[in-house]
Structure formats: structure tokens, C-alpha cells
């Protein structure tokens, strides 16, 4: 979780912030700003926001001082949730007590699946067109590497690569009994080969 910016949510974060400090001193013994310590900061917010909404002439002054009484609330609660999920070892529940939860890892992108249904549907002296249908589990795929290997030889051959799921290649070896292979790529990785399709150009 961000601290919040919008000052409605930053109260209601405060309020929670007092009320899981006073309710749980098992949990959090030794907060850098106690709950009375920020309650007396909370107040004196209170008070200046009272006196900005009070005396619009003075409005100006009174934001300011407002907004500075706020950004040391701010401080101190930053520096008891960061206290707090030390203490906790960012454990949810816990953190929970005072209105916050521990930081979330950005999800990590995955290598694409398998890449189906791989078919040769034209084909000529020198060239084929192959198509096929993208993975349906894993990342998303970026790109489509197309391969292929010549008789019975277990080595791959990369023959080109294709942004969509169909590709015509060309100035491939004639006369020899082809196979190729399909496999779909991101940043990630690389997924699982498609089935093999089979060919003599």
C-alpha cells in the first residue's frame, strides 16, 4: 500500500493509525510516535482545518499552516507504518490493525504456453505459408519465432519470425523433406514448441 495523498483518506488512515496503536500495544510496543504523541498532532490539525474553513479571509495562512500541521502527521505516521511492518515482518493481519497492509510485489510477466494448432495450408517451390493459433495459458506473446530442421536432424534452425499468427517464408531449401516449428516469445521467455508440420519444396 502508498500512503495516501487525498486529505479526506489521510484522516481516516490517521484515525485508524490511533485507534490500532491504542488498541494492540502487544503488537506494537515501542511506536517512534506514540498514539497520544499523534493524537495531539491529529488535534491540532483539526484545529487548523476548523480555522481554514472558519475564516475564509484568512484562508490562504490557514491552508498553509493547515497543510504543515498535516505533513507532520503525515510523518509521524509514515515512520510508525514503517515501524510497524519491521515489527511485523509486513505481516497483513497485523498490519491490518492500524489500517495498512505490507507492500505488494509487481506481478511478474510469464514466458508464453504453447503455440497450437500449426498448419500449412499453401505451399510452393521454395516457399510456404504457415499459420497457427496463439497459446492460450502463460504471458502474453510478444513475437512468434519460426523454426525448422531438414530430414532427421535434431538441430532447429531459426527460418524467421512473425509479429501475428501466420507467416509465408521464403528462399527455403528445395527438394529436402522440411519440418518446422513454431514458438511464441516475450520478454519472459520462450514457451513450448507447437506441434511440426511437415513439407518438400
Known sequence: MRFPKAEPKIVSLIHEIIAGLEAHPDLFPNPPVSAEDLRKQFNTYLKSA???NQKQAEAKHAVEEKN????????SGKMILRYAETT????????NYLGWGAHREPSRLKSPGQTR???APRQGDGWIALDWKQPDEGGKAAAYKIQRREGDSETWLDAGMAMDTEVTLTNQP????????VVAVNKAGEGEPSNGVLATL
Do not use: W
Request: glycine share 4%; proline share 0%.
Open 50 to 52: 476548523d480555522t481554514a
Open 68 to 75: 504543515h500541521d498535516l505533513d507532520a502527521a503525515v510523518e
Open 88 to 95: 511485523t515482518h509486513s505481516d497483513d493481519a497485523a498490519l
Open 117 to 119: 494448432h500449426l498448419e
Open 174 to 181: 528445395r527438394g529436402a523433406r522440411l519440418e518446422f516449428r
